[in-house]
């Protein structure tokens, strides 16, 4: 959960700067606009890695309550 934090803060800075410079040669409006689709995208993966993690503890507890029954 380390790397979604450092990607949240590196992330959409790098792509702002690399877009604004490289890419949109200098229109601010579309690289920042990049720059929060990147930030959505990693928003977007760690919603789908906390879900899944969460779905494995609980198929994990419910494995543990049939060997007690």
Do not use: C, H
Request: charged fraction near 15%; proline fraction near 1%; aromatic fraction near 12%.
């Amino acid at each position: 959960m380390l790397g979604f934090t450092f990607a949240m803060i590196a992330g959409p800075i790098s792509t702002y700067y690399l877009t604004l410079n490289f890419v949109y040669k200098g229109n601010s409006s579309w690289a920042g606009a990049t720059a929060a689709m990147v930030a959505n995208l990693i928003l977007v993966a760690y919603v789908v890695v906390a879900m899944r993690e969460d779905q494995g503890d609980q198929v994990e507890a419910a494995k543990k309550e049939k060997k007690t029954m």
